[in-house]
């Protein structure tokens, strides 16, 4: 069973870094592409960031383009999201995402993952 968990969310000041986490486990993540994405309550649920499975290739949401930076450690399992420059509209909760994408996927569409962190949040204060 795969099982994706958040970690690293917490209360930052405007223009300030923070780290997440997303430890996976259940299978073997070769070949998986993962993201972040986040939501406000009452807002759908928006594509941050993903990195690719089989090449490592990136995409981000124009939003924290030159901001936000993905990455992965395919030993641990674990997957990051390092945010620079944190504005309060990036306040929201983040989740975790993972599946196994055709090269024609979407990659920031939630639609195309199957799997779902529990969600950690983000607060980002002026």
């Known amino acids: 069973e795969v099982q994706l968990v958040e970690s690293g969310g917490t209360t930052v000041q405007a223009g300030g870094s923070l780290r997440l986490s997303c430890a996976a486990s259940?299978?073997?993540?070769?070949?998986?592409?993962m993201a972040w994405f986040r939501q406000i309550p009452g807002k759908e649920r928006e594509g941050v960031a993903a990195?690719?499975?089989?090449?490592?290739?990136?995409v981000y949401a124009d939003s924290v383009k030159g901001r936000f930076t993905i990455s992965k450690d395919n030993a641990k399992n674990i997957l990051y999201l390092q945010m620079n420059s944190l504005k309060p509209e990036d306040t929201a909760i983040y989740y975790c995402?993972?599946?196994?994408?055709?090269?024609?996927?979407?990659?920031?569409?939630?639609?195309?993952?199957?799997?779902w962190g529990q969600g950690t949040q983000v607060t980002v204060s002026s």
């Open positions: 259940g299978t073997t993540f070769r070949g998986f592409s």
């Open positions: 990195i690719v499975g089989y090449d490592g290739s990136t």
């Open positions: 995402a993972a599946d196994v994408l055709s090269t024609w996927a979407r990659r920031l569409d939630r639609s195309e993952y199957n799997y």
